[in-house]
């Protein structure tokens, strides 16, 4: 699972990355710009799920044992 959950953290991040470089700084809401924005918030949106989880995860494990 640990391996699961950092593969989906490197895409995340790598969705953010890539749609930093589609957005227009100079016309950010307008056109295929939108698109990148959404883009950006809806992977800085799954990169703090993927850490809530992770972290959800490591207290479980210090509660079993």
Known sequence: MKIFTN?????AVALI?????????DKPFEGNSVIALIGIVASFCAVLILMIFKMSKKIEDKLKN
């Not at 990355?17 to 700084?25: K, R």
Request: aromatic share 22%.
């Open 7 to 11: 593969i989906l953290l490197f895409i």
């Open 17 to 25: 990355i890539v749609n930093i470089f589609l957005l227009d700084f």
